[in-house]
Every structure is written in C-alpha cells, then in structure tokens.
C-alpha cells in the first residue's frame, strides 16, 4: 500500500486521461464515478456490493454527518471508513453546496456560513476551519475546500463575490487541513458560467496549491453546452499531474462529453436516486420500470450488465416492484444503474487506453439511441 | 429430485419432531420457518441472500398476488418460481386470511367470499375454486384451502359457524386442487380457542383426507398459552405420517414452544416487519435499535450471527441507520432477524436429532433473559 497520495496519468487520448490515484487505502482508477453515500450509507447498498459493481472511492456528506451522527462521535468509533464498513477511499465535500441547497435561515459572513439543520432547525456554524476540522475527525481520504455555491442563474457581480469569498476560503482551508500524509485537499473552481470568472477563480488555486481541482457549482440545472464550455475553459489552466473533479455530474452522456475534456472524478446521486424512482440507465438508454409497457415483458433489463438483478428478473417483475412499492425495487434498481454506471467508466479508461475514446463515446451514444427508439 | 410431495419423519423427541418434506423443487427441513414474501419479494432481501441464511421455502400471498399483478400474468410469465426468482419451494396461503385482515366491504356467502381490493377499491370474488385456481396459476408447490378466519375474541356460535363454513370449503378446495403430482394441498383446523371445535374441525379435516395440515386462526392477539392450549388439543388428532403447520406464528418463544408441541411448519412477517422498524431478534434477546442507548455503542449486533450484517458492523451505525430512515437498516436488520430465525431453527432440528430439545429450549430461553437483563 501507498503511503502518501499520488497521482498517475497512464495514458491520454486527446484530452482525455487514464490514470490512477494511489492512498494508503487503495488506488483509484480514473476516470472515476464516485457514488454517493451521504449519510453514511449509499442508499439501498451494502457496501460490498458497492464494491464488487467496480468502485474504488465513494463521497460522503460533511453537512449531514456532522448533523447527524455527529463528526466527534464518528471519530471515536473509529472513524468514518470503520463506521460504514467501506475500507477503500472515501472522499468528503465540504458541507458547502448542501448548506446552500438543504438549511434552512442559512447567513454568510466572511468567516463562514450559520444556518439551521433541516432536520431539527438546530443552528450550527460551517466555516473553512470547521469544514476541515469536521472530515478530519471523519478520515476522509480526499477532503474538499469549503466554497460557496450560488444557485445558477445569478447575478455577475453575486457570482463573483462567491468566487472570491470561495478563494479567501480555499487559502483558509488549505491551512487548517495543514499536513495530514496520505490524505488530500482539493480546491474548488467556481464562477458560474462566466469564463473570466472560472479562468480568475482557476489561476488563483493553482497559485495556491492543491492536491486536486474540482469544478463546483454546475449541474445546478445549467444546459449540457453550457456546462461543457465552463470545463473546457478550466481545463487547460489546471495542472496536468492533478486529479480533475467534476462536482456533482450527471448523466452517463455528461460523464463521456466531460471525460474527453479532460475530466478525471465525478460523482452523482443520480444513479442512486433515479434507482429508488423506477428509472434505470442500460446500454440501451433509460427505462422507466413505472411504465405500463412493461407489465408483461418477460425480458431482462440488461442480459449483459454485471448486475445479476438486470439479467435474472424480468422487466414485468420490475415493474411489479417498482408498482407495489417494495424494497427490492430500489436494492434492484440501483445496483443496475451503478453496475452501468462503473461499466461505462471501465470501458471509458479501456477506451482512453487503446486511443478510442471518441469512437467509444460515439457507439455507447447510438446504444442509447437506438434502444430508446426501439422502446418508443 | 423427488417427482412427488413427501414427507418423513427422522427423529422424535418427546412430541417434536425432525422430518423433511421432499418436492420435486427440493427438501423442506422441519421444523421449518417460511419467511414471508408477500407480493412475490422478502421484503428487503434478494431471494438468494433468503436462501444462504437457510430457507428451504418461503410464503407468498394469494390475495396480494391476485389483485397485483395479478395470477394469470404471473402464470404467462412462467410462474411465480420464476417471476421472483425462487427456484425453491413456495407455499401459498389461500388469500382467506388477508380478505379478512385487509379487504374492504367484506361479504361471506356459503359460495365464496366477495370484497373490495385494499388497493384500488375493485370488486373481486374468492371462491374455493378460485382459490385454487390462483395457487394454480402460481404454481404453488403447497397450496392451502381456503378457510374464514375470524377475529379473536369472537363469539362461539360465529366461531362455530366459521370452521363449518371452512370446512365446507375443505372439501371443496380439495376437489378444485384436483391431481397436480409434485403438489400438496393442505387442510386448515379452525375453531378459535374452543377446543371442542377445534377438536371437530380436525377429525373432520383427517376424514376428507389432506397432504399436510394446518392450524389456522390463531396467533391473532390471544394470549400465549391459549395458543398453546388450543395446539396440544388438536396434535394428537393428526395423523402423525404428515407436516402440521402452524399459520402466522411467531415469536422466537412462540415457536420453540410449538416445536415441542409437534409442530413441524412456521411463516410469520414478525422477522421481517421488526427488522423493517428498527428491532432484532438475537441469542441475546431482542434490542430496539432506535433506543439511544446504542448511539454510542461500538460493539456488533451479534459477533456469532451468520449474517455479515450483524457481525462487521457496530449498533451505533445501525442507531444511525434507522434514526436516518436508511433503507440499509431494513436491508439489515431484516437479514439478521430471518438469520437468527434460521439459526432457531436449525439448532431445533439439531437437538431433535440429539434427543435434547428441551434442554436446547431452556438454553435459548436462558440466553435472551440473560442479554434483555444486561440491556436493561
């Protein structure tokens, strides 16, 4: 096992990068689809399952853990890794973009942000030394900047003074992060969709120095193109020999168009939620297992998916599930789509690896259209 | 396989008994527990997670599976061994119990019984006939006459009135089932807890002839011991060459006291539902895992269970889970209940074999007293 955290680009093709992180806790290979286990637990899964379907590194919440369970109470159980029984890298945001989408009364200052729980309507204080403070008593193996999001669309000159607070926190909470071997701290880009602002907030973190780079605050309901126009803007100003991190994306289209503009993490409930909802992600595109089409049709989900639940059920059963309301429906279903999920990023660093990136993204891209218009 | 529905007993123990039922889908240890998979699903498990933990068949309900997604589907998509992807035995209840229990604007005729669907309000008929037909159409390897249950306390000229009625549609189930090799059909006892009744609802039972039998109508809020009373009445009465089961029972105690009253069949939703709010059954007693008193507590569920769940996770995370209203603590929990049910079970038929049920009985009863106490 490493001792430190490292970084390796493998292979490139275009833009796009094969590469590995290396932790104390296990190499991550990139490109990477981090699911999401926010309160500890990725909905519906057991972590060996989570596993087994491909997944080197899941994130977890700053903002709901520190709420509930509480961080000091994780850390003397032992620590988040030991809590959830996922001894593979873990990385954490920073409490940042939840305090902006869940809280309720939420005040920023220069120093931080105060708000009140969702759940209890408790007041608490995030700031960049809490945040930090917090996902070290967590463990968390690649810990994350605290940053302000602002919701898209927004004012230029609010964009901006989020940017700016974001880059006064990032310099705070690179310091209280401080040494910790083995572990890393991402800053966060942001700006909106203001390529000036995204090129400013850029430049400056690389000034400061991070063990990685994300891109925060889209996805936040912006158009693919505008979202793909910010990345590849920031892109060619960050550092080749650093991971590249695009917060909280997206659909399997989002995942390819941004790995071949150079993106190496990413993470999204939307496998995970759209599972619990009857929706399913296959070669084939989507499927919506509420639909009446599919209450006699007797095939599989997907005969080829990893996942035993999209071959050895039919969809009527799906559908049946899905209908009545059972459990299984959302273990089910979720296990299919980050078994589709962790299958397109392994044929995506197959794809980088042999110089066929595009071509993949092209085929995969005909595989949803045309099994969509096939189920039209 | 066997091609037919068997069953012998191994070994006696005072009246319990060590037997295995044999079906062309496989063998049937007993005393066997049946966890219940309502509308074709454990819920929160997949069937093969059921069956390492030791089920050699599970239950499933006629009355859910008819209204929803209904019998024939079920039967055009190759059967419910199929749809649910249980290649093991099934047993279906007749729908009897749930029309009471659920059903709207409930009639009894001498005919049948005539109700509103609890899902969608649509008028359906349950007749012996169609009773049969449907566990036909599921293709139910232990179907079940239909019977009128009724509710305790009940007055004895209703109870009375009632086995009659169930016995009337005794036979005519019987008919209905016709020959399906490899099949059983089994007799229901009905008659409350007056015993005479019960007493007339067996002989009579034994007189039309069935595969196995069964005891219906209790474990419906009537005190332990009467429920005991009623079965010591009516084992003697059956004919010892055929499985007697005891329908809807029960708890950890209630079972094992049945046991060494000679009954060899169990389903119950008690380890299901329990896990589903928040509550285990162990070798130590049963723990609410809502109770704050594991927030903070490091150590498993139980370190000798045979599921995972209960042995490499902490009761502070399974607090968590269920205080968040994850789905992983119904995953759980619900697998450590049906494992610690299985674990019963199979420590039954060990004593059985070994001549010490008794014994096996006051041990188990020792082990939760003594954990309740220490938890208290």
Redesign the interface.
């Known amino acids: 096992m490493a001792s430190t955290f490292d970084f390796a680009v493998r292979a490139v093709d275009g833009q796009a990068r094969l590469g590995e992180i290396t932790t104390p806790r296990g190499v991550i290979r990139t490109p990477a689809f981090m699911p999401v286990g926010t ?3 990725v ?4 972590p ?1 399952a989570v596993r087994a379907l491909g997944s080197d590194i899941v994130l977890s919440n700053t903002y709901h853990l520190m709420l ?2 509480g961080a000091e ?1 994780i850390a ?3 620590g988040l890794h030991s ?3 996922w001894p593979h890298p873990i990385l954490t945001d920073s409490g940042g973009f939840q305090v902006m989408s869940l809280a309720k009364l939420r005040r920023v200052s220069g120093n931080g942000v105060t708000f009140q729980s969702h759940i209890d309507g408790s007041r608490h204080e995030l700031t960049p030394e809490r945040s930090m403070a917090v996902q070290r008593l967590l463990g968390s193996d690649i810990q994350m900047q605290l940053d302000e999001c602002v919701r898209l669309p927004c004012p230029r000159d609010e964009v901006a003074r989020a940017m700016l607070l974001s880059l006064r926190w990032a310099e705070r909470s690179k310091a209280a992060f401080g040494e910790q071997p083995g572990r890393a701290i991402f800053g966060i880009v942001q700006g909106g969709t203001e390529t000036d602002l995204r090129v400013e907030s850029t430049e400056a973190l690389v000034e400061i120095g991070f063990d990685g780079y994300a891109i925060g605050g889209l996805a936040v309901g912006e158009p693919q193109d505008a979202m793909l126009a910010t990345v590849e803007a920031i892109m060619p100003r960050l550092p080749p020999d650093r991971p590249r991190y695009l917060m909280g994306v997206g659909t399997p289209d989002d995942l390819l168009q941004s790995i071949v503009r150079g993106v190496d993490m990413f993470d999204c409930v939307m496998p995970t939620r759209a599972g ?1 909802h009857g929706m399913v992600f296959t070669r084939h595109g989507r499927m919506n297992l509420r639909n009446a089409r599919f ?2 049709d ?1 095939r599989p989900i997907d005969s080829l998916s990893s996942s ?2 999209a071959r ?3 969809r ?2 799906w ?3 899905v ?2 309301g ?3 429906a ?3 279903l979720t296990e299919i789509n980050l078994a589709y999920y962790q299958h397109l990023m392994a044929g995506a660093r197959r794809a980088i690896g042999e110089g066929r990136i595009t071509a993949f993204l092209l085929e995969t891209a005909r595989g949803w259209a045309e099994g969509e218009a096939r189920n039209r």
Chains 1, 2 share one sequence.
């Not at 909905?43 to 057991?46: D, H």
Request: charged letters at 25%; a positive charge.
């Open positions: 309160a500890a637990t909905k519906a899964m057991r060996e509930s369970p109470r003397s159980l032992g809590f959830m029984n619990r209450a006699d007797p035993a639940m050895d059920y039919s009527a059963y559908r049946h599930l209908k009545s059972e459990i299984l959302m273990m089910g």
